[in-house]
């Protein structure tokens, strides 16, 4: 690592995503002599990150309050444009670091580029193809690649979407997902409380069943068949389902008419990091629309059946650890049986090799940071004057 004056990096977190991807960097910088790490937490998904962000020993150094009641994407993108703004204006910093593709990256990519600070995108090259769906996360990681300076993409075909777009060869790193290191940070330490019932107390004979519904394009009649699909898996296999429910009202109002009392199906408040790393441990099978999820199921040898039409971590699916069945409930229930019913696929999902990782991306991420910030600052004319 660098010398003796460390580089301040603004690190950039809104959403539980972004804690959980952006929390092994900010670690790595804490515990290296050449970083000087500032977190700022615009509170997009405030009541979700606070807790987790303690839990994965992240310290806020800025708290923002940009959370509002069924809040619009207009209202969120200007409150999060100004009030990042003058956080970086309160700087010096060399360089902001923003994660993936919510609108807390896209705003702070975008403050760093009006202050002329270089931007490192964590998680780049992701795409679905469709510049809609997910909608606005396509539209949000393809401006942030316009915008970035290092693009850390987690995949080699991530990696070479950034190519394809023009993004220049010398500009994108490979680093692996910081997913994985967070994953294997978190069960190395056996963190977590599961939400299945244990072991002695269990009441089912079928599969234990993780299930996330949340994805903007799915909300309406979509995720009402999707839960009815759901809760008709459960009972044709005495499933033990889990479902940690997303505060939004669109979702809740959609999921809790649906499975609020279905005897097969436990719905949770959203669990924390922690907890649900250790559900999804000890799950047979997830079925989510969620992103993450189809990175953090494989990591723990888990198959994932991906309830939408695209997705953007298609390095899942070719490994065989994934199976995107999109929205049709007939078909998602179809597939859900076929593969608890054909143990052999189970197994073949579960023993495929991790497509995201070997959980060092942090530490691939800082070596190249510290590597171009130094050269950048022994460019500077203070520095270039000092020399003998």
Same mark, same amino acid.
């Given at each position: 690592?660098?010398?003796?004056?460390?580089?301040? $990096?603004?690190?950039?977190?809104?959403?539980?995503?972004?804690?959980?991807?952006?929390?092994?960097?900010?670690?790595?910088? /804490?515990?290296?002599?050449?970083?000087?790490?500032?977190?700022?937490?615009?509170?997009?998904?405030? /009541?979700?990150?606070?807790?987790?962000?303690?839990?994965?020993?992240?310290?806020?150094?800025?708290?923002?309050?940009?959370?509002?009641?069924?809040?619009?994407?207009?209202?969120?993108?200007?409150?999060?444009?100004?009030?990042?703004?003058?956080?970086?204006?309160?700087?010096?910093?060399?360089?902001?670091?923003?994660?993936?593709?919510?609108? *807390?990256?896209?705003? &702070?990519?975008?403050?760093?580029?009006?202050? &002329?600070?270089?931007?490192?995108? $964590?998680?780049?090259?992701?795409?679905?193809?469709?510049?809609?769906?997910?909608?606005?996360?396509?539209?949000?990681?393809?401006?942030?690649?316009?915008?970035?300076?290092?693009?850390?993409?987690?995949?080699? %075909?991530? @990696?070479?979407?950034?190519?394809?777009?023009?993004? %220049?060869? @010398?500009?994108?790193?490979?680093?692996?997902?910081?997913? $994985?290191?967070?994953?294997?940070?978190?069960? &190395?330490?056996?963190?977590?409380?599961?939400?299945?019932?244990?072991?002695?107390?269990? +009441?089912?004979?079928?599969?234990?069943?993780?299930?996330?519904?949340?994805?903007?394009?799915?909300?309406?009649?979509?995720?009402?068949?999707?839960?009815?699909?759901?809760?008709?898996?459960? !009972?044709?296999? !005495?499933?033990?389902?889990?479902?940690?429910?997303?505060?939004?009202?669109?979702? +809740?109002?959609?999921?809790?008419?649906?499975?609020?009392?279905?005897?097969? $199906?436990?719905?949770?408040?959203?669990?924390?990091?922690?907890?649900?790393?250790? *559900?999804?441990?000890?799950?047979?099978?997830?079925?989510?629309?969620?992103?993450?999820?189809?990175? /953090?199921?494989?990591?723990?040898?888990?198959?994932?059946?991906?309830?939408?039409?695209?997705?953007?971590?298609?390095?899942?699916? +070719?490994?065989?650890?994934?199976?995107?069945?999109?929205?049709?409930?007939?078909?998602?229930?179809?597939?859900?049986?076929?593969?608890?019913?054909?143990?052999?696929?189970?197994?073949?999902?579960?023993?495929?090799?991790?497509?995201?990782?070997? @959980?060092?991306?942090?530490?691939?991420?800082?070596?190249?940071?510290?590597?171009?910030?130094?050269?950048?600052?022994?460019?500077?004319? /203070?520095?270039?004057?000092?020399?003998?």
């Amino acid at each position: 690592m660098s010398g003796s004056c460390p580089h301040r $990096v603004l690190v950039v977190v809104g959403t539980r995503p972004e804690a959980v991807k952006l929390a092994p960097v900010v670690r790595a910088m /804490e515990e290296a002599a050449g970083f000087e790490p500032v977190v700022v937490s615009t509170g997009q998904h405030r /009541e979700m990150l606070d807790q987790m962000l303690s839990a994965l020993q992240v310290r806020v150094d800025v708290q923002l309050d940009v959370m509002r009641e069924r809040q619009d994407l207009h209202g969120l993108t200007s409150r999060l444009s100004g009030q990042l703004g003058a956080v970086v204006a309160d700087g010096p910093y060399d360089a902001v670091v923003v994660q993936g593709d919510t609108t *807390t990256a896209l705003c &702070g990519a975008l403050a760093a580029f009006y202050a &002329g600070l270089p931007v490192a995108h $964590v998680e780049a090259g992701l795409r679905s193809g469709v510049l809609t769906d997910p909608f606005p996360e396509e539209l949000n990681r393809r401006l942030v690649s316009r915008l970035a300076r290092w693009h850390f993409a987690p995949t080699l %075909p991530a @990696g070479t979407n950034l190519l394809r777009e023009g993004v %220049p060869v @010398g500009d994108i790193e490979v680093t692996g997902n910081t997913v $994985v290191d967070n994953l294997l940070w978190v069960v &190395g330490r056996g963190l977590g409380t599961s939400a299945f019932a244990p072991e002695g107390a269990r +009441r089912r004979t079928g599969p234990r069943i993780v299930v996330t519904l949340h994805r903007r394009e799915n909300q309406g009649a979509v995720m009402a068949a999707l839960a009815r699909a759901v809760a008709d898996v459960a !009972d044709a296999r !005495d499933a033990e389902v889990v479902l940690p429910l997303h505060r939004s009202p669109a979702v +809740r109002d959609v999921v809790l008419p649906v499975l609020g009392d279905h005897p097969r $199906v436990r719905i949770t408040e959203p669990l924390d990091y922690l907890d649900f790393t250790a *559900t999804l441990s000890r799950a047979d099978l997830v079925l989510t629309d969620s992103g993450g999820v189809q990175e /953090e199921a494989p990591s723990l040898d888990v198959p994932v059946l991906v309830l939408r039409r695209t997705t953007e971590r298609p390095e899942a699916v +070719r490994a065989g650890a994934a199976a995107l069945v999109g929205t049709d409930p007939d078909d998602v229930r179809r597939a859900a049986l076929d593969l608890i019913d054909d143990p052999g696929a189970l197994r073949r999902m579960r023993s495929v090799d991790n497509p995201f990782g070997d @959980g060092h991306a942090s530490a691939r991420i800082l070596e190249r940071l510290d590597r171009d910030l130094t050269a950048a600052a022994s460019q500077r004319p /203070e520095a270039v004057a000092a020399r003998p």
